[in-house]
């Protein structure tokens, strides 16, 4: 888990989320595409400054594990990747998709999200310190 503390305008947060996605019918499809989806990943969460802090992407699903600013709900993160994700693999593997996800999509509707933080007591304190002078 990550042990920073990422500093915004008026808000200081550690906020870190679990994603666990497979594609539709659980086709194990994912090994073939793999470096092409983790550029993808990789390339949305920089456009949307979300931080990946561990991605691990197996032949029927994905895990990935990243820090948001707390503006952005979780929901709403799940939504964005899936959709820029899912249309860059059908632009980029389209031929080797239909064979498999027939009728279109890519990710299963249904997903996994897990919230995880990690504040050591000297990190509060040091965040109490700097702030009681304000």
């Known amino acids: 888990m990550s042990d ?3 500093p915004s305008y008026h808000t200081v947060y550690n906020v870190n989320y679990h994603f666990v996605w497979c594609p539709k019918y659980r086709h194990a499809i994912l090994e073939p595409i793999e470096d092409s989806l983790e550029a993808s990943f990789r390339y949305v969460c920089d456009e949307y400054d979300y931080e990946i802090l ?4 197996s032949p029927d ?6 820090s948001a600013h707390p503006k952005h709900a979780p929901s709403e993160i799940a939504r964005t990747v899936q959709s820029i ?6 632009e980029q593997h389209e031929s080797y998709l239909e064979e498999y996800l027939w ?7 249904s997903y996994y ?3 995880a933080g ?5 990190t509060i304190e040091q965040y109490i310190e700097r702030t009681e002078h304000v």
């Open 118 to 122: 990690q504040v050591s007591s000297e």
């Open 54 to 57: 561990s991605l691990h992407i």
């Open 113 to 115: 999200i897990g919230t």
């Open 103 to 109: 009728g279109g999509g890519f990710w299963e509707q």
């Open 4 to 6: 920073r503390l990422y």
């Open 85 to 90: 994700t899912a249309r860059e693999m059908w």
């Open 61 to 66: 699903h994905v895990h990935l594990f990243l």
